[in-house]
Structures are given as structure tokens and as C-alpha cells.
């Protein structure tokens, strides 16, 4: 988490993507939150409530090979030991980008990995 003056407030997330031949690739985000809530999600990040906790924020990365930078986005904790995850979007791409199946090829190749 961080708070950067006269810019905002961001939390890390992890963005997961399925890939062909079933394989995947999760990109570790920031997610631009309203920065009255920073404060209310550091209290939750160490407590037991974590849990349940739900992020409603905005990408603040591109992603490759899509961009989708400030596409809205929630965020779930799938698993307690690890940062929330990116799990649904109004933005159309960014939800079917979280839905669909993507070519091995064409994402690990965008994003440099291939």
C-alpha cells in the first residue's frame, strides 16, 4: 500500500490471466482506491476481518497486450496469506480479459516473458 501526495492512494492486487494449454500468468498490479479508504484497508490488511475484504479501485498499470490503465476493477482476498485478487470489472475488456481463455503466445510475448 501507498499514498503518493497529490496523486492518490494504491493497493497491490494480483491480476490473474488463463492461458491456452492450461497454463496461466498473474501480474502483480497497483489498483488506484479512494484515498479515504487507505487508511480503513491497512487496519484490515493485518486482522483477522482480511478476509473479507473487498477493493473497488481502478488499474493503475497497463497490461499487455490489452493497456486497459484506469479500468475499474474489484479485487478479492482468494487466499489469506496472499494480496487480494483482481476478480471482476465493469470495463468490458478488463472482464472478459479475467473470464476468457488468452494464447500463450500472444500474452507472454506482449508482456515480455516469452
Known sequence: MMRVPEIGAFVRALLPIR????QSITF??????????LESVFVLWWAPEYRDLRLAGRLANTIPPWGMLAAPVEA??????????????????????????????LVLSAAGTA
Open 76 to 105: 478479492v482476498v482468494r487466499d489469506t496469506e496472499e494480496t487480494p485478487y483482481c476478480d471482476r470489472s465493469s470495463d468490458r475488456q478488463l472482464d472478459r480479459v479475467l473470464r476468457d481463455e488468452w494464447p500463450h503466445d
Open 28 to 37: 502483480g498490479v497497483w489498483l488506484a482506491i479512494d484515498p479515504r479508504e
Open 19 to 22: 492461458l491456452t494449454d492450461g
